[in-house]
């Protein structure tokens, strides 16, 4: 089973400038989207035959977002958390596979000067124990844009980037501690690397050539389901946003 995550940074723009191909080529049975900033009625997938499409839209017009396209059959799906404060903006759909619940998500920005870091950190406590309500039934699987280079290898330029948006400490911390509850950060257990970045800043010119990257993609597990992991590989050469697909395999 072959599945893939995506900021597209806008849908509709995105499908002009290689989402479409993407799509078409991916041969992923599952492709969960990101920050696609419409709702279902302004998009036409026509051309993708085979796929259901499960969208959850902001109630801002074109902000946030997310959408999962699967061509395997769903059991059940929900969208949001079931938490009012956190279920305005479209940033979390659960699926249900006959071995493991998937969740995408779509991460809050702590935006300019931290400004909206204390809600950052509420957000990733209250989508941490949401993946941990859904592991006491299933394995959980989860993948999206968490807007957060957790390391130091996963950004260029780490020390003058250090308390900006997405590696401030308190973030970073945050991550920590989704992997100290028992999730498996997938990309790390195949490739231990530096220079692999799903995210180019569209501010620095030829940033993407240059590789000025930032890791803020990722793919989460339960860690009873690493065996059953084949690989989780950067689609950096993959265009048609500022960030690019990760693509996992999984024997399920």
Known sequence: MKLSTF???????????????????????????QETKAESSQVDLSFLSGYHAIWNSAE?????????????PILSHSV??????????????TAEFPDFYLVTVY????????ARLPYRLQWDDAYRAYLKNLEKKKPVLTCGDLNCAHQ?????????????????????????RHLEAGFLDVFREFDPAPGRYTWWTQRTPDARAKNI????????????????IASCTIRADIQGSDHCPVEIVINA
């Open 7 to 33: 900021n597209v940074n806008g849908i509709r723009a995105s499908l002009k400038k290689g989402l479409r191909e993407y799509l078409l080529t991916a041969d992923a049975d599952v492709i969960c989207l």
């Open 60 to 72: 801002k017009k074109g902000y946030s977002g997310t959408c999962i396209l699967s061509r395997q």
């Open 80 to 93: 949001g958390m079931n938490l009012a404060d956190h279920d305005r903006e479209g940033r979390v759909i």
């Open 107 to 114: 991460t809050p920005n702590s935006q300019a000067e931290l």
């Open 152 to 176: 130091e290898i996963d950004l260029a330029n780490p020390k003058s980037n250090r308390m900006n948006p997405g590696f401030s400490d308190e973030e970073r911390a945050s991550f920590t």
């Open 213 to 228: 990257g930032w890791r803020l993609d990722y793919w989460l597990a339960t860690a009873a389901l690493r065996p059953a």
